[in-house]
């Protein structure tokens, strides 16, 4: 009997007699059904056909994907492995996995059609919010890395999906506070309509029954905003009330839980106001802040989990006799020898013993130049093998790893620095403490009066002393002042920065990728033979075209590359151009072609490189690294202010040097390590001095996380944007120039905002204390106050003279 044909584009066998076709590749293609001929015409005609040639490449050849990668996948058919993800029913293996090049509904379509179709996969759903594959097989006839393997081939990578406990935790807990959010906004305006048409300025023609109606349909509709979205401010007090600690969470659960049972006896009797739309209210604003402090600590505790994903999975450890083997990193030992070829990580701190190659270690020194490294030399973990092929020898894993250091440091400092929140508690505590003795005063010195009218004059103090306008007036004073500043291209993501902008007397600087573009350019070519600058520059562009080396970008691409070009890492680069044989590189790695003597290197800064043929040397060529074109502008700035200013940097060049001589910088240091930035950090700490810190890599993080405000740049790591206190997204430091104004006007605004919150609350508590103020005119007066708050606030987001910097029309390039 012949077996059918499978369709092309979902390999499902083709029915009896369909007439579904396709020219794909220039030839007609049989498919299953009309939505696989749609979605094959619509990637034909869309150009996209080379998806049919890749991937038929692939399944003709199953060992087309890298070596190294089939290793690896192997590694997941280890039962000690699969143990934490993969879940056994029957002959049925069960797991999710995290999926990656997902761009569309018809990727998802794709995938699961595709598992579906392999005999031994009895179930494939994808997830697309989450882009997370729930897959179901028979692990007896299909390993997991086969399932890999197979989506390898259709274009997607995967690998299995385990949810950090605490991240996981974290995000439900937002869900959970989003959602309460929410219901709160929904639920307090349905019932705000229903309260605000039993005001008798409102009662128009309402009919007793109706009245009623109205006050419980109120009701009903506050009571999943108290018992649901205002549930945390509960919890809060009674855990402050049994650790006799006071903070808002009291003084806010008080004042919605007495308008919530003022609101039912009013209901219930209709006797009095109804203040069911005061305690949405309440609960509205106070949620939206917590939510937004909720979001900023997320993105805090994320940080050091992104420092151990620098490093691999697995590793190849050698053998005794030289043969290789993938392993887990988590079996790694100490003394083990590791083969770690070309563009791998390295997975632990070791020794050098054997071959010699460029390590880019600018995750760690922030220096963009890789380092060449020979046998003898240390290299670290989570750095980057560039060029060539090394054996090396672990002498530290796990805690002890400079790494690891790097995180402890990371942790210490975040936990140093200080918190305006607490602050802020502890001074509510007395402002807290005392309204709620004068209210308790207020109420017995009623009970002896008018029993009557006590609770509510003690009702009405609650609610005009609930901190709402006190709360709202640094919040909302900084997220206008945000938003601004984001307009410009600097966002903040915590609170304190343009208050801790007017007490900061010193700046710390970064300079590779900070104050300068963090990348090489073709400064000068000095010819020192017969050939001109043009054609030496030619040569040397076609030595430099094929390579992947950050000092060849400087070079550009040339219309002709050299042939049989060799590298010698740390050295330069050999090669044949026409018939000529060259070197470029280190100036005696070049004279040794014509055994000719070294020329004088010039007495300039930069990096130097040097030409040369078979009779000598050809030219200099000098690369440097470009100052950003507002630098200058920066730093006069904070000149103006009278800060001081410093440029501690990971690199030992003389770079740091004429760049601090350049822009005028009072003191610079170079060849630092993280903890020694930190050091210097503290030092300045010990003076009393306030320090900012701008900067971009891995190694800044542990002074970005304890200097008093930080700032990374945009195009800086994950890691170090996640530890500032903001980012420069635009990249244009014009941006913070604008920050250190607006920042002096946003505290003017605050402390009028304060003034104004505690004028309010002065003026209001005799009058409460009275009795002339009823609790819904307390209400009133506290909206009116949080409303002329936020209306205050709101000027910061129309300031004149602030206009996104001009894109710079000229680079200024550092001093010869």
Same mark, same amino acid.
Not at 383 to 405: I, K, P
Not at 582 to 592: D, H, M, N, S, T
Not at 617 to 627: E, G, K, N, S, Y
Not at 776 to 799: F, K
């Given at each position: ?164 406990? &605490? ?117 509205? !604003? ?26 691999? /999975? ?40 054997? *071959? ?81 003795? !004068?209210? /308790? ?47 410009? *291209?600097?966002?903040?993501?915590? *609170? ?44 040397? &562009? ?12 400087? !070079? ?31 100036? &005696? ?228």
């Amino acid at each position: 009997m012949t077996s059918p044909i499978p369709c092309y584009h979902c390999a499902l066998p083709v029915p009896a007699g369909s007439r579904f076709t396709a020219v794909v590749l220039g030839e007609t293609r049989e498919l299953c059904c009309p939505g696989c001929q749609a979605v094959a015409e619509a990637i034909v005609a869309g150009g996209l056909d080379s998806y049919y040639r890749h991937r038929s490449e692939a399944s003709a050849n199953p060992e087309a994907l890298p070596v190294q990668l089939l290793d690896e996948l192997a590694l997941y058919d280890r039962p000690d492995v699969q143990a934490p993800y993969v879940r056994h029913d029957g002959g049925l293996a069960e797991a999710t996995l995290m999926m990656e090049g997902i761009s569309c509904a018809a990727c998802g379509w794709l995938i699961e059609r595709h598992l579906r179709s392999l005999p031994a996969v009895a179930e494939a759903h994808l997830n697309l919010s989450n882009h997370r594959l729930h897959v179901r097989w028979a692990d007896s006839d299909l390993a997991l890395s086969q399932v890999l393997s197979e989506l390898r081939h259709i274009g997607y990578a995967a690998h299995p999906y385990q949810a950090d406990r &605490a991240a996981e935790q974290l995000a439900s807990e937002n869900r959970t506070a989003l959602r309460q959010l929410g219901l709160a906004g929904l639920l307090w305006f349905q019932a705000m309509m229903a309260t605000m048409a039993t005001w008798p300025e409102f009662n128009i023609d309402l009919s007793p029954e109706l009245h009623v109606i109205l006050r419980w349909v109120a009701m009903f509709l506050t009571t999943p905003i108290v018992f649901y979205s205002c549930a945390p401010f509960f919890r809060g007090a009674l855990r402050d009330l049994r650790t006799r600690h006071l903070t808002m969470d009291v003084s806010v659960s008080l004042a919605i839980g007495s308008a919530y049972l003022a609101g039912i006896w009013t209901a219930v009797t209709g006797v009095g106001e109804l203040y069911f739309d005061a305690v949405g209210m309440f609960a509205l !604003f106070l949620l939206a802040g917590r939510y937004l402090e909720r979001r900023a600590r997320e993105r805090t505790a994320a940080a050091t989990a992104q420092l151990v994903n620098l490093l691999p /999975a697995s590793c190849l450890r050698l053998s005794a006799d030289g043969q290789s083997e993938r392993i887990l990193l988590s079996e790694l030992k100490l003394a083990d020898r590791v083969l770690v070829h070309p563009g791998a990580v390295l997975p632990a701190d070791g020794k050098i013993v054997e *071959g010699h190659s460029s390590v880019d270690e600018s995750v760690l020194t922030g220096e963009y130049l890789p380092q060449p490294r020979t046998v003898g030399d240390h290299v670290t973990a989570g750095t980057l093998n560039v060029e060539g092929a090394l054996t090396v020898q672990v002498l530290a894993l796990g805690h002890d790893t400079r790494l690891s250091a790097i995180v402890r440091l990371l942790e210490r400092a975040q936990a140093e620095k200080p918190r305006l929140a607490e602050i802020a508690d502890r001074a509510a505590q007395w402002f807290l403490i005392l309204s709620l003795i !004068f209210a /308790a005063v207020i109420g017995l010195i009623w009970w002896q009066i008018d029993p009557a009218r006590a609770f509510w004059i003690v009702l009405a103090m609650l609610v005009a002393t609930c901190p709402c306008a006190l709360s709202l007036a640094t919040p909302t004073a900084l997220t206008a002042a945000t938003g601004t500043l984001h307009k410009l *291209g600097l966002l903040l993501t915590r *609170g304190h920065v343009l208050e801790g902008l007017n007490q900061i007397d010193t700046v710390i600087f970064d300079k590779t990728g900070t104050l300068t573009e963090g990348r090489l350019a073709l400064r000068a070519i000095r010819p020192l033979r017969e050939l001109n600058a043009d054609a030496c520059l030619s040569l040397a &562009a076609a030595l430099e075209n094929r390579s992947e080396h950050p000092i060849a970008r400087a !070079f550009g691409r040339a219309p002709v590359a050299a042939e049989d070009v060799h590298s010698t890492p740390g050295l330069g680069l050999e090669g044949v151009v026409g018939e000529q044989r060259l070197r470029i590189g280190q100036p &005696a790695f070049v004279c040794e072609l014509s055994a000719c003597a070294l020329p004088p290197t010039p007495d300039e800064a930069g990096q130097w490189l040097l030409l040369g043929d078979h009779q000598g040397a050809l030219a200099w060529i000098v690369l440097d690294d470009r100052l950003r074109a507002d630098a200058f502008d920066l730093l006069q700035a904070c000149k103006a202010r009278g800060w001081r200013t410093l440029l501690l940097s990971g690199d030992s060049s003389p770079m740091v040097a004429s760049v601090a001589a350049e822009l005028g910088i009072d003191e610079a240091h170079g060849g630092l390590r993280p903890d020694d930035k930190l050091e210097m950090l503290r030092a300045l700490h010990a003076q009393g001095r306030k320090v900012l810190m701008l900067g971009d890599g891995v190694n800044d993080v542990p002074v970005l996380a304890a200097a008093d405000i930080s700032v990374a740049m945009g195009s800086a790591t994950d890691l170090a944007k996640t530890s500032a206190d903001a980012v420069l997204l635009s990249n244009r430091l014009q941006a913070l120039v604008h920050a250190f104004s607006l920042a002096r006007r946003t505290r003017r605004v605050i402390i009028e905002n304060l003034l104004w919150a505690a004028l309010y609350n002065g003026l209001m508590l005799p009058f409460v204390a009275l009795g002339w103020i009823t609790p819904i005119w307390a209400a009133v007066g506290m909206s009116i106050s949080s409303l002329t708050v936020v209306l205050n606030a709101l000027r910061l987001t129309r300031m004149k003279g602030l206009q996104a910097a001009p894109t710079a029309l000229h680079t200024r390039l550092l001093p010869t």
